[in-house]
């Protein structure tokens, strides 16, 4: 293989960790330990991103066409592929290539967000409790000052 690029550091919030991206023409029978690519049911670990502006569920019944009548065996034919949108790979945890420590489902989001209003709401509390408390102290000391002539 020929390196013709290097990136910098992905974010560990990434929900693609990376140590090697290559594209699919390059992959030979050589690269994957002897496995042909182009073979149907060769399957590597990852995501394929695909831009459709049409109708989903109209997509993936042509997936599943397309899976009948190139699958092999029996076991393939029973395999089914789903689409996913780009914004919901954090939040959904449904699919086999969700990694459990990039995703979050939206309960858990929306539960912080509670979290973090109750503690803002306290925070406004005390904040009022402080004020008025400190205000009986100053009203002495604007009487004082009134009295004298300051």
């Given amino acids: 293989m020929e390196v013709v690029g290097i990136i910098k550091d992905i974010p560990a919030t ?9 594209t699919f023409s390059t992959v030979t029978k050589d690269f994957p330990a ?3 690519p182009a073979q149907w049911g060769v399957r ?3 995501y394929c991103y695909v831009k ?10 042509t997936l599943a066409g397309l899976v009948q009548k190139n699958a092999n065996s029996e076991d393939d034919k029973k395999e089914k592929m789903y689409l996913q949108s780009l ?3 954090h939040f959904e945890t449904d699919f086999e ?5 990039y995703t979050i489902t939206s309960k858990y989001v929306s539960l912080l967000l509670l979290l973090g209003g109750f503690i803002v709401l306290i925070a406004c509390i005390n904040y009022i409790n402080l004020s008025t408390s400190l205000a009986f102290s100053k009203s002495k000391e604007v009487g004082i000052r009134k009295t004298i002539g300051a």
């Fill in 87 to 89: 914004k919901a790979i």
């Fill in 14 to 22: 990434t929900h693609l960790p990376v140590n090697l991206l290559v």
């Fill in 52 to 61: 459709a502006n049409g109708n989903t569920a109209a997509i993936e019944k």
């Fill in 34 to 36: 002897g496995l042909d």
């Fill in 44 to 46: 590597g670990n990852g």
């Fill in 97 to 101: 290539t969700s990694n459990p420590s």
